[in-house]
């Protein structure tokens, strides 16, 4: 069986890559949710729906695990999606998101003075704050809705990139300042390195996140690992593609990446 990794469109294949590096043979499929990119627009509803239909997509093709890289989806879906759909749907099978790792992670570091960027929904459903007080309520969290950021990695505005952080990050270090900036977007793995140049603080990125915690919870469920198989087989599919789409998954990737179409 395979290990699934879902997006809501290209971001997560950052973080597929990432997982590739640590598991060099494990069979993974990927699934990016072109057709309705962005999801961090979307109402709950729809957004549950949509990730809905990838499951059952990616289900269907034999992934006994997902992980759901789309931090949006990690916030808004995941609780439905384990606790609704798969006891109704797939019970034997398993779906992971990205804020519970990473939140463990920067309880794990210490941090007391946090920034957090997202998308729109996701800072507006404020789960990395509460989550975060709930587990320490001595971290102070500063929030900043990024939503220009996604656009201009997506449409090649790497121009105006450096002048669009400075504007979202430049309140949140007035003051005490930050000691850590958790990125909290998979199209914010992109832009890791332009922060540690510019800024002082730590950088909590997912692509250094989520591989080293995955290998956590195969320790404790070996019976998932088992279940993979393991012949390195990459498999990429996008519910659009487009010439676009096809030069990007494979700059993602560093290698030549065959797009294949999804049909939900
Ligand atoms: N992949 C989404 C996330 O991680 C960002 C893009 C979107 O809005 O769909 O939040």
């Known amino acids: 069986m395979k290990l699934g990794v879902f997006d809501s469109g290209l971001g997560g294949m950052l973080i597929a890559s990432a997982i590739r590096d640590q598991f060099a043979d494990i069979d993974m499929l990927y699934l990016g949710d072109t057709l309705h990119l962005p999801y961090g627009n979307r109402s709950a509803e729809t957004i549950f729906q949509y990730c809905k239909a990838s499951m059952d997509f990616m289900f269907a093709q034999g992934c006994r695990l997902i992980i759901v890289a789309c931090n949006t989806a990690s916030a808004t879906a995941l609780r439905r999606l384990q606790q609704e759909y798969l006891p109704e749907r797939y019970p034997d099978r398993?779906?992971?998101?990205?804020?519970?790792?990473?939140?463990?992670?920067?309880?794990?570091?210490?941090?007391?003075?946090?920034?957090?960027?997202?998308?729109?929904?996701?800072?507006?459903?404020?789960?990395?704050?509460?989550?975060?007080?709930?587990?320490?309520?001595?971290?102070?969290?500063?929030?900043?809705?990024?939503?220009?950021?996604?656009?201009?990695?997506?449409?090649?505005?790497?121009?105006?990139?450096?002048?669009?952080?400075?504007h979202y990050i430049e309140p949140m270090i007035s003051g005490d300042g930050l000691e850590a900036l958790l990125l909290?977007?998979?199209?914010?793995?992109?832009?890791?390195?332009?922060?540690?140049?510019?800024?002082?603080?730590?950088?909590?990125?997912?692509?250094?996140?989520?591989?080293?915690?995955?290998?956590?919870?195969f320790d404790n469920h070996p019976e998932i690992y088992r279940d993979l198989t393991h012949n390195g087989f990459s498999e990429f599919y996008l519910t659009d593609i487009n010439e676009n789409y096809q030069q990007s998954a494979s700059e993602v990737c560093g290698v030549d990446v065959e797009l294949k179409l999804a049909e939900l």
């Open 184 to 217: 909290g977007c998979t199209h914010y793995v992109l832009l890791k390195d332009r922060l540690r140049a510019h800024y002082g603080f730590d950088v909590m990125s997912q692509d250094e996140i989520i591989p080293p915690k995955l290998v956590q919870y």
């Open 94 to 166: 398993r779906i992971l998101g990205v804020v519970v790792p990473t939140i463990e992670e920067a309880l794990d570091k210490g941090y007391k003075r946090l920034g957090v960027i997202g998308t729109n929904y996701t800072v507006s459903t404020n789960v990395y704050e509460e989550e975060l007080k709930k587990l320490n309520p001595e971290i102070h969290i500063k929030q900043q809705k990024s939503p220009l950021l996604v656009p201009l990695i997506e449409h090649g505005g790497q121009a105006w990139l450096d002048d669009v952080m400075d």
